[in-house]
């Protein structure tokens, strides 16, 4: 007779099935959204063809559709709102030909062939299109829908990444061709500006934007948000350490925080300054990029990061201060409210104007 299972291994044997089970139900979540999402991109359709063939009027299109909606509420009991069956005409609307002309071919003077959406290509929740089809630049549009499915962002994060304007914080470093390759294919990162921002907004701190705190209130304030700031850093971040210490010639010196960026294959060091940047704040810097390329980071990492977030920023100062070929060293703005969305549009719109 064969030994009894032992309860450790009775224990191992449940667990797995537990995961089996759980990566079923997920699974099936997932195909039930899709799904949704797909009938709800043929339901959009064929109200906009049935518009088509009648040459239906606004306020009849609205007849219409409250009438559709007491048929189908009675059939499915809910789901089918006045208000979603129009969001459905306007998920449809958006995603069927929204793309009749693509950036990088309006900078280059040619015409492109209508861009289709079929509806298996929907894979975020029908929230995520609903808020997506709100954003009317399709460019703007394509990036965030991008960056959330990549990302894996919750429909809150999206929210919150719209909010703080990242695309527009992304496109004024860039040139035509960058912001369009942005809303193609969202953010690539292949060197190190690619994952500094300017500004970095903190707004999920908590911290008032006038209130007095000091620099190690700063940081225990993203110690506690951790994982807002990684949100914020962007792709490829993982936490290191806080208060890191370095030691040389018996003087001990402490780097704020520090990350790996699996994307770039580097460390990142970041210090934090509540004041107006300094020339010694960028050489301290410089000090630390210095000493992790020289005593910690592997032969097959890349060069180290060192970013300075400060509450201010004289532009000229840190020109002057680092190298005409520096790639290593940043500086960086920090704001703790959200910012004027529609302020940073206009600043892109005539940045692009004067291009």
Not at 14 to 36: D, F, G, P, Y
Not at 226 to 231: D, E, H, I, R, Y
């Amino acid at each position: 007779m064969g030994e009894m299972i032992t309860n450790s291994d009775m224990g191992l044997l449940a667990q797995r099935i537990e995961n089996l089970v759980e990566e079923a139900r997920k699974n099936v979540l997932s195909h039930v959204n899709t799904v949704m999402v797909q009938t709800y991109f043929e339901i959009g359709r064929t109200i906009v063809e049935n518009e088509q063939q009648g040459d239906i009027r606004a306020a009849y299109g609205k007849s219409v559709l409250k009438e559709l909606s007491k048929r189908l509420n009675a059939k499915f009991g809910k789901g089918f709102s006045v208000d979603n069956l129009e969001n459905m005409r306007r998920f449809y609307l958006t995603y069927s030909s929204a793309i009749s002309e693509t950036s990088s071919q309006k900078l280059e003077g040619e015409k492109s062939e209508t861009v289709s959406r079929k509806s298996t290509d929907f894979v975020l929740s029908w929230s995520h299109y609903i808020f997506l089809t709100k954003i009317n630049n399709p460019d703007e549009r394509n990036f965030y829908e991008k960056e959330a499915v990549q990302e894996g962002w919750s429909l809150r994060e999206l929210k919150r990444q719209f909010d703080s304007a990242l695309y527009e914080r992304l496109s004024l470093s860039k040139d035509k061709l960058a912001i369009a390759e942005l809303s193609r294919q969202g953010i690539i990162i292949e060197k190190p500006e690619d994952i500094v921002k300017d500004p970095y907004i903190l707004e999920f701190l908590g911290l008032p934007e006038e209130s007095r705190y000091s620099e190690s209130v700063l940081e225990q304030k993203i110690i506690d948000k951790l994982q807002g700031f990684l949100l914020e850093l962007g792709k490829g971040y993982t936490f290191v350490g806080r208060q890191v210490r370095l030691t040389f010639d018996e003087k001990h010196f402490y780097v704020d925080l520090v990350f790996f960026n699996r994307m770039l294959q580097c460390f990142v060091l970041i210090d934090l300054k509540i004041g107006e940047i300094t020339h010694q704040d960028l050489g301290q810097m410089q000090m630390y990029v210095h000493y992790y390329d020289r005593k910690v980071k592997l032969p097959t990492e890349n060069p180290t990061v060192g970013i300075v977030l400060c509450k201010k920023k004289d532009d000229t100062l840190v020109e002057l201060t680092l190298p005409e070929d520096n790639t290593q060293i940043f500086a960086s703005k920090y704001q703790t409210v959200l910012p004027n969305k529609e302020e940073f549009a206009k600043i892109l719109e005539e940045k692009l104007d004067a291009e």
